[in-house]
């Protein structure tokens, strides 16, 4: 929901910006991800994983985490106002770039508290933090919007939220759970920032290898290509965020489990795992390829026309993403998470590459062909480490049966173009899940228990 809502808001963000406004603000988000990553370094994680282990030691990392990462925002937004100022952007550019700087620090704050929630069991206070602060978001954008304010106060709104959320987080940890000394412990420190690291490095290598190509484009093509190809973008990100993500969140501590109590189940699951995201990402991909330019008309508007290209090239990298996701979860399951990381760098480096050969060509299309690329190396990578310890059958006859019904699916969508977006989208996934069902792709079991949950919703 919390995504849904953020994904929503940046829709009605780009539609009011405009391509060139919204390439201006694309870039400052990109960049100040990934300049902003020295705020963090890896801590949160860390933390995690050791209250986790001990609640008790909440009380005996938290004053002195909040004092490293005071330190080290405080180092990375005089980073980020030196490079942005030798970078010779616009004034705008620059002005967005220090309010979402001070965002992303404030936001780096609020994981932390998230992630402490997490280590304590108590979820339902980040699931209200992360909502109060998506919807004070929203509110404030489309106060923007409705009063026809421009590319700084909607940078505002991002700080507003994100000083909502960070507020909100640590008022319930110090009144509930912590109320930390202010003390300064060196052997601490060094203890925090030593462990701290590898997951540092993992978090670099992924920030860099997903925003890295919004920030080429913008310094070797411009403001306005960079609204174009990250309109395409957004939708990617945010079905992957929408569906993967909360899925892998759901798999990941049953694959942790059974690694360890029963191989069997481990490959149970983990084949499942793959099958079910085989069985929406084909689909999807697709149907977006196919409606590309219903969609970025309907969401963006004709401004953004130039998207649609991106967005059926883009497209593609949906079906690396989803089961990429899969892979990195199941390498972490087993405790391989090093080996993702070095996948991640490997793709950072590839990335960088592509955008380099690509873009002078090509342009924004030539960062939608080296995102899919990048995946695919990713994707293979994964695979390849996965395979050294894990040996997990594929189901080919599953695949089969997926392709027939998107084929048809694309056929059906293709000769009924002229009903509206709603009946044509229907009638694309009533087509694949009878073609599906026809083609006895789902056994007794799993039927009788789609039926047992609709029974008990109704």
């Not at 940046?10 to 390439?23: E, P, R």
């Not at 952007?89 to 770039?97: A, I, K, L, M, N």
């Not at 590309?292 to 059926?312: H, M």
């Not at 059958?393 to 027939?404: A, E």
Request: aromatic share 14%; glycine share 6%; with cysteine.
């Amino acid at each position: 929901i919390c995504n849904g809502l953020y994904f929503v808001t940046f829709i009605y963000i780009a539609k009011h910006l405009g391509s060139t406004d919204f390439g201006k603000l694309s870039f400052a988000l990109a960049f100040t991800l990934v300049a902003g990553l020295l705020s963090d370094f890896g801590i949160k994680t860390y933390i995690l994983r050791e209250v986790a282990k001990d609640k008790s030691n909440l009380d005996k990392y938290l004053s002195n985490t909040l004092l490293i990462k005071s330190v080290f925002a405080l180092i990375n937004f005089i980073l980020i106002f030196i490079i942005i100022n030798i970078l010779n952007y616009p004034s705008d550019t620059v002005s967005v770039v220090y309010i979402l700087s001070l965002s992303i620090i404030a936001n780096s704050f609020t994981l932390l508290g998230n992630f402490i929630f997490r280590a304590l069991a108590k979820t339902e206070y980040e699931l209200v933090v992360s909502f109060v602060g998506r919807v004070f978001f929203l509110c404030l954008s489309l106060l923007c919007i409705l009063f026809n304010l421009g590319l700084i106060p909607i940078s505002l709104a991002f700080l507003g939220g994100n000083i909502i959320s960070f507020l909100l987080c640590w008022i319930i940890i110090f009144k509930k759970f912590s109320r930390p000394k202010l003390e300064i412990n060196f052997t601490i420190w060094k203890l925090i920032l030593k462990n701290s690291f590898p997951f540092a490095i993992t978090e670099i290598f992924t920030e860099i290898y997903f925003r890295i190509d919004l920030i080429m484009l913008s310094m070797m093509k411009g403001d306005m290509v960079v609204g174009f190809y990250n309109a395409a973008y957004q939708l990617i990100e945010g079905l992957a965020k929408l569906i993967p993500s909360s899925f892998m969140g759901a798999l990941l501590p049953i694959l942790s489990y059974y690694f360890i109590s029963s191989e069997k189940a481990f490959k149970n699951y983990l084949q499942k795992g793959f099958e079910i995201l085989i069985l929406l990402v084909l689909p999807l991909t697709a149907g977006l390829f196919m409606l590309s330019e219903r969609f970025t008309l309907l969401i963006y508007g004709k401004e953004f026309f130039p998207s649609i290209k991106a967005l059926q090239i883009l497209s593609i990298s949906l079906i690396f993403i989803f089961i990429n996701s899969l892979l990195g979860t199941a390498l972490t399951s087993i405790n391989k998470q090093h080996l993702w990381a070095i996948g991640a760098g490997i793709c950072m480096v590839v990335n960088i590459v592509l955008n380099l050969i690509l873009i002078p060509p090509f342009s924004y299309l030539g960062s939608s062909y080296a995102t899919v690329i990048t995946e695919g190396v990713l994707f293979l990578s994964g695979i390849w480490f996965l395979k050294q310890y894990v040996s997990v059958p594929f189901n080919y006859l599953l695949l089969g049966k997926v392709l027939i019904g998107c084929l048809i699916m694309s056929l059906l969508i293709y000769n009924l173009s002229f009903l509206v977006l709603p009946l044509l989208i229907l009638a694309g996934i009533l087509s694949y899940l009878i073609v599906l069902l026809l083609l006895n792709t789902f056994t007794k079991a799993e039927i009788g228990i789609v039926k047992e949950i609709f029974a008990k919703s109704n």
